[in-house]
């Protein structure tokens, strides 16, 4: 079964190097899914979040852009597999081809999906077998409000 998942912010580790390491978290099924992403990664998916408007597009916001204009739509995201510790995803997207809908799916690294997600609201989805692997209590994350912590 896939439960919805909603990006619940940006939580901080500990690498194996003594360092502060992101991850954004999800939560889904009264449980939260972080996912370990670099500095940048968890940036643009803050970023992402709050709506903040740059000058010029970022690379994701780029992406949605490109997808529109081209008759597409990013229809969802789902964290599909989690293999040593790594995380995989697929991007939903649709596109109409002489009026009738044609369906892609794309391999993504689960940061760029989510980054892709939160600016265009669409579901992230997430299968008990990754919650019940990875998935923890809230209480065992530290969502962090500040960037300088990473």
Request: with cysteine.
């Given at each position: 079964?896939?439960?919805?998942?909603?990006?619940?912010?940006?939580?901080?580790?500990?690498?194996?190097?003594?360092?502060?390491?992101?991850?954004?978290?999800?939560?889904?099924?009264e449980?939260?899914?972080?996912?370990?992403?670099?500095?940048?990664?968890?940036?643009?998916?803050?970023?992402?979040?709050?709506?903040?408007?740059?000058?010029?597009?970022?690379?994701?916001?780029?992406?949605?852009?490109?997808?529109?204009?081209?008759?597409?739509?990013?229809?969802?995201?789902?964290?599909?597999?989690?293999?040593?510790?790594?995380?995989?995803?697929?991007?939903?997207?649709?596109?109409?081809?002489?009026?009738?809908?044609?369906?892609?799916?794309?391999?993504a690294?689960?940061?760029?999906?989510?980054?892709?997600?939160?600016?265009?609201?669409?579901?992230?989805?997430?299968?008990?077998?990754?919650?019940?692997?990875?998935?923890?209590?809230?209480?065992a994350?530290?969502?962090?409000?500040?960037?300088?912590?990473?």
């Amino acid at each position: 079964m896939e439960h919805t998942a909603e990006v619940e912010g940006i939580g901080v580790g500990v690498g194996s190097d003594g360092t502060n390491v992101p991850a954004v978290v999800l939560r889904a099924r009264e449980e939260v899914l972080p996912i370990f992403v670099t500095a940048d990664q968890a940036q643009t998916i803050r970023l992402g979040l709050a709506g903040e408007p740059f000058e010029r597009p970022l690379t994701h916001d780029l992406l949605v852009d490109m997808v529109t204009e081209f008759g597409g739509a990013i229809d969802g995201v789902r964290i599909d597999d989690l293999s040593d510790g790594t995380f995989y995803a697929k991007l939903d997207a649709e596109r109409y081809e002489d009026g009738e809908p044609v369906s892609y799916v794309f391999d993504a690294r689960p940061s760029d999906a989510i980054a892709l997600a939160v600016r265009v609201d669409c579901p992230i989805l997430v299968s008990d077998e990754i919650l019940d692997s990875a998935g923890r209590p809230p209480s065992a994350i530290d969502l962090s409000p500040d960037d300088d912590e990473f």
